[in-house]
Nanobody, 123 residues
Framework: VQLVVESGGGLVQAGDSLRLSCEPS????????LGWFRQAPGKEREFVAA????????YYADSVKGRFTISRDVARDTVYLQMNNLKPEETAVYYC????????????????WGQGTLVAVSS
């Protein structure tokens, strides 16, 4: 079973930057796509960004376009989410997820989820 592990969360101030990382636990990534989702307190989980492992095509939620960048390092078998100009309303648990391209990019319902990492943005 493919597992993923996130890291890099923390407490920052509004306008600051933070980079999250996602690595496979155990065997290397074999899924077609990786994505980042987030869930704020009292809200539903929402899509943030996704990347197709082969080729590197990227997809973003409108709310993060121009500020967040998803990328992958094939040699390190790691996916990153660079978040710039963070806002207090983006305080949430951020989850890395993996699955087929359709599951992650189209349906936004990945098969595999990490445990999440907390990002707290103070005003």
């Amino acid at each position: 079973v493919q597992l993923v592990v996130e890291s890099g969360g923390g407490l920052v101030q509004a306008g600051d930057s933070l980079r999250l990382s996602c690595e496979p636990s155990g065997r290397a990534f074999s899924n077609s796509a990786l994505g980042w989702f987030r869930q704020a307190p009292g809200k539903e989980r929402e899509f943030v960004a996704a990347i197709v492992w082969s080729g590197g095509s990227t997809y973003y939620a409108d709310s993060v376009k121009g500020r967040f960048t998803i990328s992958r390092d094939v040699a390190r078998d790691t996916v990153y989410l660079q978040m710039n100009n963070l806002k207090p309303e983006e305080t949430a648990v951020y989850y890395c997820a993996a699955g087929s391209r359709r599951a992650v990019v189209t349906d936004r319902r990945p098969e595999v989820w990490g445990q999440g990492t907390l990002v707290a943005v103070s005003s």
